[in-house]
């Protein structure tokens, strides 16, 4: 059974930076897809990041992270790392880290099974 505890949450001022952090048991991070989420009170949860299964694998990101947000694997640690710049009041939101045994990228809820309980990213205007 694949665990996941998400980390790392916080209040920033505007501009500044988190890096959240997913730690993986159950399997090791090259077998898993990977994907960070995000889901504010009365709206769906929606992706901003995802990397494919394997020591290299291909991520894809949503448009409003690009160029800020950029995931790392850390295979020593089987953990997935999320770093969060420059980040906006808009960024308010909790953070899910999911797991999927497929290789696929997937880019909805429906294609991952595994989730953990989140992590709250505050961000102060």
């Known amino acids: 059974q694949v665990q996941l505890v998400e980390s790392g949450g916080g209040s920033v001022q505007a501009g500044g930076a988190l890096s959240l952090d997913c730690a993986v048991s159950?399997?090791?991070?090259?077998?898993?897809?990977l994907a960070w989420f995000r889901q504010t009170p009365g709206k769906e949860r929606e992706l901003v990041t995802a990397?494919?299964?394997?020591?290299?694998?291909?991520?894809t990101y949503a448009d409003f992270v690009k160029g800020r947000f950029r995931p790392s694997k850390d295979f020593s640690k089987n953990s997935l790392r999320l770093h969060a710049l420059n980040l906006q009041p808009e960024d308010t939101a909790e953070y899910y880290c999911?797991?999927?045994?497929?290789?696929?990228?997937?880019?909805?809820?429906?294609?991952?099974?595994?989730w953990g309980r989140g992590t709250q990213v505050s961000v102060l205007a």
């Open positions: 159950g399997l090791t991070v090259d077998r898993l897809t």
């Open positions: 990397w494919t299964r394997g020591t290299g694998g291909q991520s």
């Open positions: 999911a797991a999927s045994e497929q290789s696929g990228l997937g880019l909805n809820v429906h294609d991952y099974k595994y």
